[in-house]
């Protein structure tokens, strides 16, 4: 490297908030020279430092990785990061879980108002960015990095890096390089149509080692694989509703619902576009401001899962096939705006970063198999309640949802340098966080009374629209009248703060050689939610509990609102870390660390009554709010290379303890309701040992592996017990309910998405073929079967598979011309098996399965020029 390229990535690293040392690209060059490892450079502990002196265990993929494995989203490159699943229903519409840690996914849909904060932390750059049940979908174009944390990161990551931190860390501008890139592919989709894609990239400097200037834009267009085939959904005398209310006998003249005008191949589309601008200010030799501003929008048409049955379960469906009756589809945008000032006073560093972002999402999914479910006849066959009989409405119904979601952060760090034997970081962080969710399950498809309905008389076969309980409060999303079909809605809006105290030391026992750390973070974190759930039952014209409210809606006497007292937890206190670092050899490094995370509680939709006693009386009431829960990880681990930087081979073996774990449960036969409920209770533990390989074996040939085993399960299940406050004073209250046995499973039981066993494995090799320089590369993924729940009801077992990719190119100079194909076996396995789309009925799943395997052709073409 010349001396100019050298300060270049010299000053790109004091960009990005001490955060990338050389850039990646640099440090490939002079190890491919070499012949040696590639170094990569990361910021796991806040400061820009060797992957392979961070005594933790940490996955990076660089840019140039990102590149070889032709991926471009989370759910392109989760299957070559060990350790890390995720529970989804489509992109941007899921989890993301490390180490096994997980209880399982319930549904999509209303998870903004009542669904727990995720457990694995997602930043972009310094912005956390994590929503419940819709991981941010942030496509991985013009990335120094992808950084995968595992283990608790509470200390120096805050709430919600309980289980551990992915991070995308973006190229930063460079001052005195004018350099740029486009890349584009087509490529085709087995069983589906093509895909296409395109970005481009250009860092310009405007004032000579003063101000530069870089852009990325893309847009990316993948082809839907998934067929919604023509299909009716008739009621059949065993559906839950129609058994209860009218003893198994389908009401004459009932309609069956077709679905011959959303029918339609691949109706699963999926587009990225989106743009990316920042701009690097060097104020003086110790000074610089950082400002970037991104944009990006994902459409996802249609569903990304198939039904193995068609809807009127008397057939099995072909593989990637459904039968839908309603359009669907998933707009989910983010911007986000972010500030990084760097600087020294003296020999202490300064950084802070604050960011603002902003999310949106509007979706709509097909729920027609609601129908199937236990109170469905009440709102879609007439006469359900009042004892008249007369035929069903349609069964094709949807739920919607909108949800926006407000991110603000705020960090000042300072650091000492890392060159003291007594060196540390320290600093305080602020955040806010605000979900405004609005969800309609539109299954009521009785009609509303026309005005002037006499009202509770049996002829009176009509709903009253609803509304919120008290309209004149505010306080909602929508304060209207809701729509003649929607029978139930979520309207709230969550605001969760957090304010905390950060510090980290290092102290040199033998300098170079033995290290000591400890940190602490302390928090204070306040969590509200106001807002209502409301619903039809009891809004039935011939009802007798029908309320009407100043505005012609009905408020039924079972909905509750959280305008007047809003709900609110609060939680504060320490977590801490520690760590033990021994350089056997300037190449081995031998460690022990203990560590501990955290995520914050949440609330359910009210605090209905369930479990009656002998006496009939209620015994229990769900509580309004869940707490916090925490993660404690104790780990020995070792990263070493050998061979004159040739090999490498890094490992860990950790016990994790989950207490208090957050557990939605959904089982109305257990006699809990019909509502998911989320609670504190059980402990997990999970065993594991991880392994990572890196060789270079002969000049252009290299080998990288990694592999995880995981062994979960429950350690206590712990009795509900009786809190009604009705029984206060009695012998029973506060002891175990008898009636409800292990409300969390069975001791012993295996945890959700916590395959036993992954791993990968691929192979590349470069050579000379005169000026030109070819290349091609093969491997391959395996994941363990797995459990899509914790819990026994609605628990499936997802098979096992495995994957293989390839390809192959050729460049010369600054072009590059490849082929590629994944998944070229064409597995069709379930990542993710649920009956959530179809209303928690038992037997109605569906799964997600894995992209049909895919060919493409990638053309890219890059300049530099260096004043």
């Keep these: ?30 190890a491919e020279a070499s012949g040696e490892i590639q170094e990569i450079t990361v910021t796991a502990q806040r400061r820009s430092e060797s992957a392979q002196n961070v005594p933790i265990t940490i996955q990076a993929l660089t840019g140039d990785t990102l590149a070889q494995l032709n991926v471009a989203n989370f759910g392109d490159f989760v299957k070559y990061l060990p350790n890390v699943t995720t529970a989804n229903l489509g992109p941007g519409q899921g989890n993301i879980y490390m180490r096994g840690l997980s209880v399982g996914a319930l549904a999509t849909q209303g998870e903004g108002s009542v669904g727990p904060w995720p457990n694995v932390a997602v930043y972009f750059d310094d912005q956390s960015s994590q929503m419940p049940s819709r991981n941010l979908d942030i496509y991985a174009v013009d990335l120094e990095r992808v950084e995968v944390l595992e283990g608790p990161q509470g200390t120096l990551f805050g709430a919600g890096a309980e289980a551990g931190v992915v991070r995308f860390i973006t190229n930063k501008p460079k001052l005195d390089v004018t350099e740029g890139n486009v890349d584009a592919s087509y490529g085709t989709t087995a069983h589906g149509n ?24 893309y847009t990316d267009s993948r082809g839907g694989y ?17 058994a209860a209310d009218f003893g198994g006998i389908v009401p ?56 193995p049955l068609n809807a009127d379960h008397t057939a099995p469906l072909p593989p990637l096939s459904v039968n839908l009756f309603n359009p669907s589809y998933d707009k989910d945008r983010f911007e986000d705006t972010a500030l990084t000032v760097n600087g020294k006073i003296g020999d202490v560093k300064l950084v802070y970063s604050g960011s603002y972002l902003s999310r949106n999402v509007s979706q709509q999914q097909d729920y027609t198999n609601y129908a199937r479910g236990l109170y469905a006849a009440y709102y879609q066959c007439p006469g359900a309640f009042s004892g008249t009989v007369g035929p069903c409405y349609s069964p094709a119904t949807v739920w919607t949802e909108t949800e926006k979601n407000t991110h603000q952060s705020h960090e000042l760090r300072v650091s000492t340098p890392d060159d003291w034997r007594l060196h540390g970081i320290g600093g305080v962080y602020w955040e806010q966080q605000k979900v405004y969710d609005d969800t309609e399950w539109e ?17 009176a076969n009509c709903f009253l629209p609803i509304g919120p309980v008290d309209p004149a409060a505010g306080g909602y999303n929508n304060p209207n009248i809701r729509n003649a079909s929607t029978a139930f809605f979520d309207d709230f809006q969550r605001t969760y703060t957090q304010t905390a105290l950060f510090a980290s030391v290092d102290f040199d026992l ?38 009407v409210l100043p505005n012609g809606a009905c408020g039924s006497a079972d909905a509750e609102n959280f305008i007047n007292q809003p709900h609110q937890i609060t939680a504060h206190g320490f977590k801490s870390r520690a760590n033990l670092s021994w350089h056997v050899t300037s190449d081995i490094l031998a460690y022990y660390t203990w560590s501990q995370g955290y995520r914050p509680g949440g609330f359910n939709r009210g605090s209905g009554c369930h479990l009656p006693n002998a006496a009939g009386v209620d015994q229990w009431c769900v509580p309004y709010a869940y707490q916090s829960d925490s993660l404690t990880n104790n780990e020995i681990g070792w990263k070493s290379e050998f061979l ?4 490498q081979l890094n490992g860990a073996v950790y016990r994790e303890q989950w207490n208090n774990a957050q557990t939605g449960i959904f089982n109305p036969s257990s006699g809990l309701g019909n509502l998911t409920v989320n609670l504190n209770g059980p402990d997990y533990r999970v065993n594991g040992v991880e392994l990572q390989l890196v060789a270079r074996l002969t000049e252009g040939f290299s080998v990288q592996g990694s592999a995880s085993w995981n062994s979960g399960s429950l350690v206590n299940s712990p009795s509900l017990l009786v809190n009604n406050k009705a029984l206060a004073g009695t012998p029973t209250f506060g002891t175990a309910i008898t ?6 499973g069975q001791v012993g039981t295996s945890m959700a998405n916590s395959p036993p066993l992954q791993a990968n494995l691929r192979a590349r090799y470069e050579w000379g073929i005169s000026d030109y320089r070819a290349f091609a590369q093969f491997g391959f993924v395996h994941q363990a079967h797995s459990y899509s729940l914790a819990q026994a009801l609605n628990r499936y077992d997802m098979p096992g598979w495995t994957t293989y990719d390839a390809s192959a190119g050729v460049s010369k100079g600054d072009w590059r011309l490849e082929i590629f194909g994944q998944n070229l076996s064409d597995q069709n396995q379930s990542l993710f098996t649920s009956a959530a789309q179809s209303g928690n009925t038992v037997g109605y799943v569906t799964e997600t399965p894995i992209r049909p395997r895919v060919l493409g052709i990638r053309f890219a073409y890059k300049f530099s020029s260096a004043k």
């Design 1 to 30: 490297m010349n001396s100019n390229q050298k300060l270049a990535c010299a000053i790109a690293a004091v960009l990005s908030g001490g955060a990338t040392g050389l850039s990646q690209s640099a440090l490939a060059a002079d």
């Design 194 to 217: 093509p895909n296409s894609s395109a970005n481009a990239t250009i860092n310009v400097p405007l004032i000579d080692g003063t101000l530069a200037m870089r852009a990325v834009v």
């Design 226 to 242: 998934i067929n919604n085939l023509p299909g009716t959904f008739t009621r059949h005398p065993t559906d839950l509703g129609i």
């Design 252 to 307: 004459p003249g009932s309609v069956v619902a077709t679905n011959n005008d959303v029918t339609g191949n691949a109706i699963n589309p999926q587009t990225y576009k989106g743009i990316r601008l920042s701009a690097l200010y060097k104020v003086n030799e110790d000074w610089d401001v950082l400002v970037q501003q991104s944009y990006q929008q994902m459409i996802a048409d249609g569903v990304f899962y198939d039904m």
């Design 443 to 459: 299954y009521k498809t009785v009609p509303d009374c026309a005005p002037g309905t006499v009202l509770n008389v049996p002829s």
């Design 510 to 547: 033998l300098p170079k050689v033995l290290t000591i750390t400890a940190g602490t973070r302390y928090f204070d974190i306040n969590n509200s939610e106001t807002g209502a759930y409301s619903f039809s039952f009891g809004c039935y014209g011939a009802g007798k509990s029908t309320t």
């Design 644 to 647: 004159n930087h040739h090999l």
């Design 739 to 744: 009636s409800l046995p292990n409300p969390y």
